[in-house]
């Protein structure tokens, strides 16, 4: 698994663990609210970091990295 990806993955599951808990719930099952809260968490981190990359990239003013945020955040209704 690429480094970065593995990164994101162990934040994510940090960061839901902290809103939700255990993703096994006090008599032992899955707690399919936190497994299902991870995958947005993930998905969102990884959204943000290639946001990030566009913008690293605008600021060294390349061509068409700025429509490429835009329809990035569009798409997934994400804020930077």
Known sequence: MNPRIKQLAEQA?????????????????????FLHAYDQEFAQLI????????????QANLYGVKEALATIREHFEVEL
């Open 13 to 33: 599951w940090i960061d839901t663990e902290e809103t939700f808990g255990s993703f096994v719930d006090e008599i032992g099952e899955i707690n399919y609210t």
């Open 47 to 58: 959204i943000l970091d290639c946001l990030e990359i566009c913008k690293q990239r605008e």
